[in-house]
């Protein structure tokens, strides 16, 4: 009775195992975007001070350009590449703490990309842009943890600015630098830093927001 309890105990945790690593990468057959999904994720997550930038070259990779990327994938088959095991490892994975890991939708983005042949160019369908509705948690926060929460969060985020709460975000928008810096305008260092600029649809979001009185909505 005890040994047919155990191995139904240990079929049990196989299976709640199997399906976790499975549920990693989901095929939702979405086509990935990556100039304006994957590489901000990895720009965000992966190339702060001190990791895989050009001047830091961490491990000697250097994750600033999608050819630095691809060094570490292996286009068809996110299995055998050395960015999903880092960023999978089930001790220490990447980032490595304080930063927070991936959430399993971005490690399903990154999953995808690499498993639809990892392409850098034209990639990204048309955006299909809605601003009749702009909210903070609605709109908002998928924006900054797509592509600023890695580098602003924490308990020292890049600049002294959090980008993880509504309490950071509004004093940003207070100091008048938010605007200036995703535009690119002179006098505001350019942001995301190391990266391409937000779509022309991400910014009218955001700016619509601001001008909405930046609310905790
Ligand atoms: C790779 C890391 C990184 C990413 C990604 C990043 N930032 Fe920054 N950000 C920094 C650093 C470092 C500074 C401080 C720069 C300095 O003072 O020279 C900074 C400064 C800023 C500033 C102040 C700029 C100024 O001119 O005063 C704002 C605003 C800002 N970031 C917003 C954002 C937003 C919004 C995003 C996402 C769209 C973003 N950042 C993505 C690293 C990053």
């Not at 399993?104 to 509705?133: N, P, R, Y």
């Not at 909210?135 to 890695?150: D, E, M, P, R």
């Not at 535009?183 to 909405?212: D, F, R, T």
Request: a neutral charge; glycine letters at 8%; aromatic letters at 8%.
């Amino acid at each position: 009775m005890t040994a047919k309890w155990a191995l139904n105990s240990i079929f049990l945790i196989t299976l709640f195992f199997l399906g976790s690593c499975a549920s990693e990468y989901i095929n939702d057959g979405r086509q990935v975007c990556f100039d304006q999904e994957v590489f901000p994720l990895i720009i965000s997550n992966c190339t702060q001070s001190g990791c895989h930038n050009s001047t830091d070259n961490v491990a000697r990779l250097d994750y600033t350009s999608p050819e630095g990327i691809l060094k570490s994938v292996r286009p068809g088959s996110y299995s055998n590449s050395k960015l999903y095991d880092a960023i999978t490892a089930p001790f220490s994975p990447m980032p490595p703490k304080p930063f927070s890991r991936l959430t399993k939708d971005q490690i399903t983005t990154i999953s995808l990309w690499i498993e639809q042949g990892a392409h850098t160019k034209d990639t990204c369908m048309a955006e299909v842009c809605d601003t009749s509705f702009v909210s903070y948690n609605s709109s908002l926060t998928v924006i900054f943890q797509g592509a600023c929460t890695g580098c602003h969060s924490g308990s020292n985020p890049q600049g002294g600015i959090d980008l993880n709460s509504y309490a950071g975000v509004k004093s940003t928008v207070t100091s008048g630098r938010i605007l200036g810096s995703i535009n690119h305008e002179s006098g505001y260092v350019p942001m995301p830093q190391n990266g391409i600029k937000l779509s022309a649809c991400k910014i009218a979001k955001i700016e619509k927001w601001v001008s909405q009185g930046a609310l905790n909505n």
